[in-house]
């Protein structure tokens, strides 16, 4: 049986999370669920492929929810839903493949993290925010990060500096040099977002190909890549951007059925689409 240990207390004061960056949009389209660990929980966290600095990320993690905690005595978990992930580097946001965020006890899920961050190199531990429905009661409760950590849940990203560079180890214990991310993102993924609007990429899911649009309010030199789930570039394209209404066509070129992100990026900054292929 999967089990979750913590002991929640009153708690006064309020809590910050920083960084949490939804990327909006949660559902079955985000990732496919295939299983955590056996013992439940997430997978190793080394197992998680490293960010790039400057270079567009995506990597799905897979989990299987908790089933018990102990909270005054051992108690039955019914339920628990992701309120906030907090302390990701700037320029990356999460989502999960249900929309209201909450899986019962032992269900299979998993979380997508995607985007391009230039934060300093090294790990970085998720301030994760829960809320949890235990004992058939329906009213749930909220336990912020300073409480999860107590629970040993821990979720981590490294950030390297280039491809050559080995991705070190995540260090767990205590004493770990874990970063904290920026409390504000000035340059990054809203940047870009903020000059680019109606991004559409039709159809979705795609067959052969798909005709990617958007309107630009600057022209210049962008780079179009689409990566797959863990991450891997399968197409990269350049474009020149005209101020106004542009369109691009996405070939499939024998890419397997499956979900995809396609990233806009004038070198410094990037925006990121969803999308699928279908047989």
Known sequence: MKKLFFTL?????????????????DGPSVCTPTGGPASGGFQDPNTIVCAIQGTPYTYTTQFTMFSQFN??????????????????????????????????????GCLTISGTTNDPVGQYKF???????????????????????????????????????????VDTSANANNL???????????????????????????????TVSFYAEK???????????T????IVSEMEVKQGYNTAIIDRNGLPAGLY???????KNVVTKRFSIAD
């Open 9 to 25: 207390f009153s708690v006064s004061s309020l809590f910050a999370l920083i960084n949490a960056q939804p990327c909006g949009g």
């Open 71 to 108: 909270f005054q005595g051992q108690q039955q978990v019914d339920s628990i839903e992701f309120v906030s992930i907090g302390n990701l580097p700037c320029g990356l946001c999460w989502a999960v493949n249900k929309a209201n965020k909450r899986y019962v006890a032992d269900e299979d």
């Open 127 to 169: 301030a994760l925010s829960l809320k949890a429905w235990i004992n058939g009661n329906p009213v749930g409760i909220t336990v912020p990060p300073s409480l999860v950590d107590q629970t040993g849940i821990a979720l981590y990203i490294r950030v390297k500096s280039g491809a050559p560079v080995l991705c070190p180890n």
């Open 180 to 210: 904290t991310a920026s409390a504000s993102c000035p340059v990054g993924i809203n940047e870009l977002a903020g000059s680019i609007s109606e991004f559409k990429i039709m159809p979705s899911p795609m067959n052969s190909q798909a």
């Open 219 to 229: 022209q210049g030199n962008f780079t179009l890549r689409v990566t797959d789930v």
């Open 231 to 234: 991450g891997k570039e399968v």
């Open 261 to 267: 992100f396609l990233n806009v990026s004038d070198g």
